[in-house]
């Protein structure tokens, strides 16, 4: 079944500087790959998604990169402010399939240095 | 967009006691539905998912169940808990072409 990896688990950085998470998939399936964003005793919630007919889609601060071949997207945040401080999730699914179930990545616990 | 609700938001149930958890679905038809767990600190495990009525995936052997009776109503249930089975229990809706979208959570703890 899928298997969704997901680095580093925890990440620092000051603020104004950029940050990077990457995930690794291993089911060639996966045609969807949503971030999350889940702040203390919250819900995740989406903050950007990409399908496998793009390779990049950006959205203000936030970029993400998907490279088929490898099985690879990155999570791209620019500019950090003290609020992106947060867990992170990545995750791959099946659209358009039976076997549509979600699997998210361990998480990144990013924290902004003021 | 779906909007779900999930209740109750939090459960404090002895070793041993039953559980029910309900999850159900607006703004949507035919959803695929999820149950998630989530431990202190750690990501988001999945448990069941359901792509349609009566049709239930288990992927992770447990104590616990899942049933679907109706198109947007996901329930989650075990007979006896154990304490392994505190932790944050999310329930998620998604159809083809929107993401995933959250119930508030429940955070179930056994004592």
């Known amino acids: 079944g899928e298997n969704v990896e997901q680095h580093p688990s925890t990440l620092s950085v000051q603020e104004g500087d950029s940050a990077v998470i990457k995930c690794t998939y291993s089911d060639s399936a996966s045609n969807y790959f949503p971030w999350y964003k889940q702040e203390l005793g919250k819900r995740p919630q989406l903050i950007i998604d990409?399908?496998?007919?793009?390779g990049e889609k950006k959205d203000q601060r936030i970029a993400v990169t998907l490279n088929k071949t490898a099985k690879h997207f990155s999570l791209h945040i620019t500019e950090t402010q003290p609020e992106d401080s947060a867990v992170y999730f990545c995750?791959?699914?099946?659209?358009?399939?039976?076997?549509?179930?979600?699997?998210f990545g361990s998480g990144t616990r990013l924290s902004i240095r003021p | 967009s779906q909007t779900i609700h999930q209740w109750p938001a939090t459960l404090v149930q002895p070793v041993g006691s039953p559980l029910s958890l309900e999850c159900t679905v607006e703004?949507?038809?035919?959803?695929?539905l999820y149950w998630y767990r989530q431990a202190a600190g750690r990501g988001l495990q999945l448990l069941f998912y359901?792509?349609?009525?009566?049709?239930i995936s288990s992927e992770v052997p447990q104590n616990l169940s899942a049933s679907r009776p109706q198109d947007r109503q996901f329930i989650l249930s075990s007979k006896k808990l154990l304490l392994s089975d505190s932790g944050f229990y999310l329930c998620?809706?998604?159809?083809?072409?929107?993401?995933?979208?959250f119930g508030q959570g429940t955070r179930l703890t056994v004592v």
């Open positions: 359901s792509v349609g009525i009566g049709q």
């Open positions: 998620a809706s998604k159809s083809d072409g929107t993401e995933a979208f």
């Open positions: 990409i399908r496998s007919n793009v």
């Open positions: 703004g949507t038809s035919n959803p695929n």
């Open positions: 995750a791959a699914s099946i659209e358009y399939s039976s076997a549509s179930k979600i699997i």
